[in-house]
Structures are given as structure tokens and as C-alpha cells.
């Protein structure tokens, strides 16, 4: 994972409290991911991001939001944490046509 | 119905088989197709990148892509059970913005 960090690594939150999650990337590359992993859905797209300001929505993304005021920096906020956000998100990173670079992941768990 | 499709699985083999991973998906735009392959508490790590029909070769692992037919294959030989992981089809319809759709992962135990 090197190049890409995600913190924190774990969260365990309170339904109703709004929660963020941090991906840091030091490859200075142009696209941002934000996913979420469960089982038998597989990896879905919540945001990304083309650009510094520049972000799109995904899939799944009610009740998620981001940021990205930085090339290196792409924000994911809850903004009320449920019960059905409880999930593992993953950041990942990518210039052109490349594959993606994940991030180790955030496993999320909302009680 | 998703756009793409991967048997979950599990699969369990013996050490030294020859594995096969398969996808199906309906879009007929996709044009870049990956696999990747995840430890368990890991993120996904890319394993074969592939563009258009054809096969790709890279030591013990092919990738295979049958455009006509909409499905994608992976091919692992004398599997050893450091490949015990969860394999990943991933695809996209152009290059620049990449934007993937992952299938929901395979879970492959290659046992001794």
C-alpha cells in the first residue's frame, strides 16, 4: 500500500454521529476512489474524484459526501452515521488508464 | 441484474492444480479488464491488466478475455497455497477517467 494511507484504520461510532474518514496518497496522482466492500456486494463506488474540487457521485452514494481541497487528500463524510454504513471502505488511486492503487482499508462499524 | 458477474464461490483445490476464475458482464463498451487479488483484512492488489480480447501471460497466471462472448477469464497454474485469496474481475469502458466495476470476488483456498 505504499503511497496511499487511509486513517483511522478502525472506528466503531454511534448511530447519528457524523463520522470522517481520511485517504492520503503521496503518488500525486489525478483520480480518487472511495468505495465500500461488503459481503456478496463486492467493491461499490460511493465518490470519486478527477480534480482538485472536482468529485462525482457513485452508486451508493446517499448519505456520504466528500472533499478534496488538496491533490493528495480525498475526504468521505457520514454525515449521520447508520446502521447500514457498517462496512469496510477502501480508498483508491489511479493516473490514466492505469489499474487502481488501493489503500489498506477502514473497517466501519456503526452501533 | 449486475453488470458484472463472478461466482463467489468458495473453491478449494489441492496445492499444484490449475485454478480457473471466470466473469461474465453485459456491457458490450468495456474495453479494459483486471483482476485482482485480495488477503483477507487487505486491500485489493492488481494482478493482471488486460486491453481488448486476447491473452495475457505473466508467470504462473493468464488472463484470458472473449469479447464476442462477454467473459473474462483467470487461469492459475501449480497453485500454491500462498494464492489463497479472494480474485477480483474488474472492467471499464475507456482509458483516462477509469472508472471500474468490480464483480463481487471469488474466494479461492489452495490447501497442501
Known amino acids: 500500500d505504499a503511497g496511499i494511507t487511509q486513517s483511522p484504520r478502525h472506528k466503531v461510532t454511534e448511530t447519528g454521529t457524523p463520522v470522517t474518514l481520511r485517504c492520503h496518497q503521496t503518488e500525486n496522482h489525478r483520480y480518487m476512489y472511495w468505495y465500500r466492500q461488503d459481503p456478496g456486494h463486492g467493491l461499490r463506488l460511493i465518490h470519486y474524484s478527477y480534480g482538485v474540487k472536482d468529485t462525482d457521485k457513485g452508486e451508493v452514494s446517499d448519505g456520504y459526501s466528500v472533499s478534496r481541497s488538496k491533490t493528495e487528500d480525498f475526504l468521505l463524510t457520514l454525515e449521520s452515521a447508520t446502521s447500514s454504513q457498517t462496512s469496510v471502505y477502501f480508498c483508491?488511486?489511479?493516473?490514466?488508464?492505469?489499474?487502481?492503487?488501493f489503500g489498506s482499508g477502514t473497517r466501519l462499524t456503526v452501533v | 441484474q449486475k453488470e458484472v458477474e463472478q461466482d463467489p464461490g468458495p473453491l478449494s483445490v489441492p496445492e499444484g492444480a490449475i485454478v480457473s476464475l471466470n466473469c461474465t458482464y453485459s456491457?458490450?463498451?468495456?474495453?479494459?479488464f483486471m483482476w485482482y487479488r485480495q488477503y483477507s483484512r487487505k486491500g485489493p492488489e492488481l494482478l493482471m491488466y488486460?486491453?481488448?480480447?486476447g491473452n495475457k501471460e505473466d508467470g504462473r497466471f493468464t488472463a484470458q478475455v472473449d469479447k464476442s462472448s462477454k467473459y473474462i477469464s483467470l487461469f492459475i497454474r501449480d497453485s500454491q497455497p500462498s494464492d489463497s485469496a479472494t480474485y477480483l474481475c474488474a472492467m471499464s469502458r475507456s482509458g483516462g477517467y477509469n472508472k471500474l466495476i468490480f464483480g463481487a470476488g471469488t474466494r479461492l483456498a489452495v490447501h497442501p
Open positions: 488486460t486491453y481488448s480480447s
Open positions: 483508491a488511486i489511479s493516473q490514466d488508464a492505469d489499474g487502481y492503487t
Open positions: 456491457n458490450s463498451a468495456f474495453q479494459y
